[in-house]
């Protein structure tokens, strides 16, 4: 039996960006700390894949280790706190140290939205907390006001731009004019995006942040693979330039919408009115905007990512749990994901299209155009067209549609590229009101 004032072990898992600021802020803020908890709080070990490798952060080396299970298995240890990344062997140790009966914090989103529910329910049963503020949003607090705060509210939606990288890159092609391949490479240059970035760019990331935020905002369970992606690849400076002359900017959005029972949840690229606050997150910053039915809409912004801003998550989650630990309180789990919804299929999506394409440059296209989308009810809001300076007797044009279903405007898209008159369907992008 341990002494009142003895210290709350952590041991972390992890000490890269997000594990070395968690070591730094527990240390730099550790006068704080114990006032605000009651007892003192130790990284008592910490599991790296190379003990031997140089770090950034000063402390006592000799608590390094590449053994989980003198982390896993040491019964001093009382909260794992999780910031080494990836599904495996990640979700393995956090399994072990809820069963062990261990508290847990973690900052992994593909672990929490692939494998969330079924954690949260061992950690139940284990009398163990499992908290996980940093998996979505980084830096802001998102999920505790959520399912604290905001749980009298029936949540009607969720809007998002929850990748930080995609935001940096977008924002480089909308204010500067760089086209995707070069926006990417400062992107990398800059410690942003990864060397292998397809799970910022093909909207993985963001998806497995909406998993979590819709599985917790409707009380279900939406699993990332049945969430729409589209990454933003396929956007070029000139998709760009049309959004502003519109009255839009670009923005990887993140959405999820309760639809009387029904979810609808999507990550993709569209079209966002200049003057919307999704519109004015800029760089790597990120935000989150909830809607309830008695709150309406608050906005939460900040740093989505980077060392410091993820350790302040992840301290937050450490002292809560050390904090109940202290005082001697029981794990409260009230998170209840068990609400049956189905999930929408985006063929079933309504909402206003920006369509690009290539076609000859003389009388009657724009005409055969127009019946195609009429015969779909598909009802044009404006129209532009562009010379695009080929001389090759082609020209561009940019047709946006009131509100119109998806599977509509798919067909629409299929009999468009079958005319000889159109040389190509440059983009289809959605338009969020
Ligand atoms: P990172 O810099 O690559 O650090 C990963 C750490 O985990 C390293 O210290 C590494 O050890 C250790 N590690 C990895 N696999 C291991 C294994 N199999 N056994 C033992 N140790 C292992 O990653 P990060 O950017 O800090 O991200 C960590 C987590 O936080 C991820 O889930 C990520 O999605 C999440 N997150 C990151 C950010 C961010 O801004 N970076 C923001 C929000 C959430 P070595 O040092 O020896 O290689
Ligand atoms: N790759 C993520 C981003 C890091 O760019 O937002 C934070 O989860």
């Given at each position: 039996m341990r002494s009142p004032d003895s210290p709350i072990n952590v041991g972390l898992l992890g000490l890269g960006v997000v594990g070395g600021g968690v070591l730094s802020a527990l240390s730099r803020n550790g006068s704080t700390v114990p006032r605000s908890v009651g007892r003192p709080i130790r990284v008592a070990r910490i599991l790296v894949r190379d003990p031997d490798k140089p770090r950034d952060v000063e402390f006592d080396r000799q608590i390094l280790t590449a053994d989980a299970a003198s982390v896993l298995k040491d019964p001093s240890i009382d909260i794992v706190a999780e910031a080494m990344g990836g599904e495996y062997p990640a979700l393995d140790y956090i399994r072990t140290a809820l069963e062990a009966g261990k508290s847990v914090v973690t900052a992994n989103k593909e672990v929490m939205a692939k494998h969330g529910p079924e954690l949260l329910e061992l950690a139940a049963r284990r009398g163990a907390h499992l908290l996980f503020e940093a998996s979505v949003g980084g830096g802001i607090p998102i999920l505790g006001p959520l399912t604290r705060s905001l749980r009298g509210n029936e949540i009607r939606g969720i809007r998002a731009i929850i990748n930080g990288t995609t935001n940096y890159i977008l924002t480089k092609m909308s204010h500067e004019g760089t086209e995707f391949a070069d926006a990417l490479r400062e992107a990398q240059e800059l410690g942003y995006a990864e060397a292998d970035p397809t799970n910022d760019v093909e909207g993985i990331d963001a998806g497995y942040k909406l998993a979590i935020l819709a599985s917790l905002a409707f009380h279900t369970r939406v699993a990332a693979e049945d969430i729409h992606l589209e990454g933003i690849s396929r956007l070029t400076g000139r998709d760009f330039r049309y959004a502003r002359e519109l009255g839009y900017v670009i923005k990887l959005v993140a959405i999820a919408t309760d639809r009387d029972g029904s979810v609808e949840a999507r990550v993709h690229p569209a079209l966002v009115p200049e003057d919307a606050p999704l519109a004015k997150v800029d760089g790597v910053l990120n935000a989150v905007e909830v809607e309830g039915d008695l709150v309406d809409r608050v906005l939460?912004?900040?740093?989505?990512?980077?060392?410091?801003?993820?350790?302040?998550?992840?301290?937050?989650?450490?002292?809560?749990?050390?904090?109940?630990?202290?005082?001697?309180?029981?794990?409260?789990?009230?998170?209840?994901?068990?609400?049956?919804?189905?999930?929408?299929?985006?063929?079933?999506?309504?909402?206003?299209?920006?369509?690009?394409?290539?076609?000859?440059?003389?009388?009657?296209?724009?005409?055969?155009?127009?019946?195609?989308?009429?015969?779909?009810?598909?009802?044009?809001?404006?129209?532009?067209?562009?010379?695009?300076?080929?001389?090759?007797?082609?020209?561009?044009?940019?047709?946006?549609?009131?509100?119109?279903?998806?599977?509509?405007?798919?067909?629409?898209?299929?009999?468009?590229?079958?005319?000889?008159?159109?040389?190509?369907?440059?983009?289809?992008?959605?338009?969020?009101?």
């Open positions: 939460f912004h900040g740093r989505g990512a980077g060392s410091m801003p993820t350790a302040s998550a992840m301290v937050g989650d450490i002292l809560e749990v050390a904090w109940s630990m202290a005082n001697g309180l029981p794990a409260a789990g009230f998170l209840t994901l068990d609400r049956e919804v189905s999930l929408c299929p985006i063929s079933d999506l309504v909402t206003r299209y920006y369509i690009r394409a290539t076609v000859l440059d003389r009388a009657g296209v724009l005409a055969q155009m127009a019946s195609i989308l009429g015969n779909l009810q598909i009802s044009i809001a404006s129209v532009i067209q562009k010379e695009v300076g080929l001389n090759d007797g082609t020209a561009e044009l940019v047709i946006t549609t009131y509100h119109s279903r998806e599977r509509d405007v798919q067909q629409a898209l299929r009999e468009l590229a079958g005319l000889d008159v159109v040389k190509e369907i440059g983009n289809l992008l959605r338009v969020e009101e």
